[in-house]
């Protein structure tokens, strides 16, 4: 029969146990969270970089169109001008100004059309790329809304923990609390048994006389437990 010191002691070792894992879960959800929104900052920056540089093609047709509507302009003033002229060079030269014009105007009408094609493509690709981003962010925030559910769950269940904690505790002579404590800190878990002559914490050969005592079936609530050479967790021979 195991010494029934150590039963309380088991009994508390148990709760605290599931506290410390709880309070390990609770812990994490923060940093999920975290990582979670990370993620969605990310989808978001793809999506505004991908809009950027469809506005940035737009803004470059609408350069082109106030280039040529400037160059179109111009020619129509040369034409004006032309028709004042009466000196014969200088009517052909106004003509060649004219002419180059028109080039420049074809240049950039070329360079528009190849502007309005890409829009077009940059258009169908962020469609696409925002219909897909948008279905992770979706995604990844019911991925936050159920770790949040999951973080409430966890609190409720760690507060129901922590009043077995503390019953536990009650029922552990104060001394043995102490030295309990003072392992826990350390260690936990903070007892544990012997197997093959070895304690159950560290795994170290324990020396025969703690073997002994840890063997015999002492029950004088003033006895001290026999603890670990090597770690110093209180032991209990495990039959």
Not at 93 to 107: D, F, K, L, P, V
Not at 117 to 122: G, L, P, R, V
Not at 173 to 197: Q, S
Request: proline letters at 3%.
């Amino acid at each position: 029969m195991l010494n029934p010191a150590l039963q309380t002691l088991l009994i508390l070792q148990d709760r605290d146990l599931k506290r410390v894992a709880l309070e390990g879960q609770l812990k994490s959800v923060p940093v999920e969270v975290a990582q979670v929104e990370g993620r969605i900052a990310s989808e978001k920056a793809a999506i505004e970089a991908a809009r950027t540089d469809l506005r940035e093609l737009e803004s470059k047709k609408k350069l082109l169109e106030t280039e040529i509507g400037s160059a179109e302009g111009k020619v129509a003033q040369y034409r004006t001008q032309q028709l004042s002229i009466r000196k014969n060079d200088e009517y052909q030269a106004m003509g060649h100004q004219i002419e180059a014009t028109q080039a420049q105007i074809s240049e950039l009408e070329g360079k528009e059309l190849e502007v309005m094609y890409a829009i077009d493509e940059a258009r169908k690709r962020f469609a696409a790329a925002e219909a897909e981003l948008k279905a992770h962010i979706a995604g990844h925030e019911a991925r936050i809304a159920t770790l949040r559910e999951r973080e409430k769950g966890l609190g409720a269940e760690l507060e129901g923990v922590r009043a077995e904690v503390a019953a536990a505790r009650a029922a552990v002579e104060p001394f043995r609390l102490r030295v309990y404590d003072r392992i826990a800190t350390r260690h936990l878990p903070a007892v544990v048994p012997i197997h093959a002559g070895k304690c159950g914490g560290c795994h170290l050969k324990v020396s025969s006389e703690v073997e002994s005592a840890a063997r015999g079936k002492q029950v004088d609530p003033l006895a001290q437990l026999p603890t670990c050479d090597q770690c110093g967790r209180i032991v209990y021979w495990d039959a």
